[in-house]
């Protein structure tokens, strides 16, 4: 094993341990709680000692980035599931259809159409679903907000035909994820949604207080980036 392999295997193994800790604390299932290793920036030599000490779900940002690396990489290991938890164009919903298994990151009535056409043109199984929700109503970040998630959850269910499976959301940097995490649970839960993406390397232990069923990390297990 060499040297890189060897400090994967290692972040890895601490962030599944501590997934399983905040999972037993708050009386959950360790097993109910996926970990996604956020592999975006990464090149495919560097998700290559991740895959090999066990990973099988990873996350992605940007449909053209991934495109590049993980051909090759399911390829090779065809158990591997990926997700888009960046935001989706609408003219990259073909592509992103032939790649991904489950998209984080609906969040918009012209979106949803778009994957509605494509779904009616799949022969394979069509990606799981993930509806966005904005909770700190963010100018700048993508989903939907808050007191709108209810009726375009009922859109994108009656309207377009689209079985959405659980939200997704990314709170403010600079306020305590906690209040945001609850939020979402809420939206869920009187919504019939069991699935909550959310938490990432600093919060998800809150995040799996909070019911969450996937949780995003990337530096935990990466390392930063340059």
């Known amino acids: 094993m060499s040297a890189t392999t060897s400090a994967f295997a290692a972040n890895l193994?601490?962030?599944?341990?501590?997934?399983?800790?905040?999972?037993?604390?708050?009386?959950r299932d360790p097993a109910a709680v996926t970990l996604v290793a956020v592999s975006k920036t990464f090149e495919a030599e560097d998700i290559l000692p991740v895959i090999e000490a066990g990973q099988r779900v990873f996350g992605?940002?940007?449909?053209?980035e991934a495109k590049g690396k993980w051909p090759a990489l399911k390829a090779a290991f065809p158990d591997v599931e990926l997700h888009l938890i960046g935001p989706l164009q609408t003219n990259k919903v073909k592509d992103a259809l032939g790649l991904f298994d489950v998209i984080h990151s609906l969040d918009r009535p012209s979106l949803a159409a778009e994957l509605a056409r494509g779904f009616a043109k799949l022969e394979g199984r069509p990606p799981r679903l993930f509806i966005q929700v904005n909770t700190g109503a963010e100018p700048q970040k993508a989903g939907v907000l808050p007191q709108e998630a209810d009726a375009f959850i009922a859109q994108c269910r009656s309207e377009f035909g689209l079985s959405v499976e659980g939200l997704m959301c990314i709170p403010p940097a600079d306020e305590a994820p906690a209040p945001h995490f609850a939020l979402l649970a809420k939206i869920a839960a009187r919504n019939g949604l069991a699935e909550r993406s959310m938490g990432m390397s600093a919060d998800f232990a809150s995040a799996i207080a909070f019911g969450a069923t996937f949780v995003r990390v990337g530096s935990a297990i990466f390392g930063h980036r340059g």
């Open 13 to 27: 193994a601490f962030v599944r341990a501590e997934i399983a800790k905040a999972a037993r604390a708050a009386g």
């Open 60 to 64: 992605e940002n940007r449909v053209q």
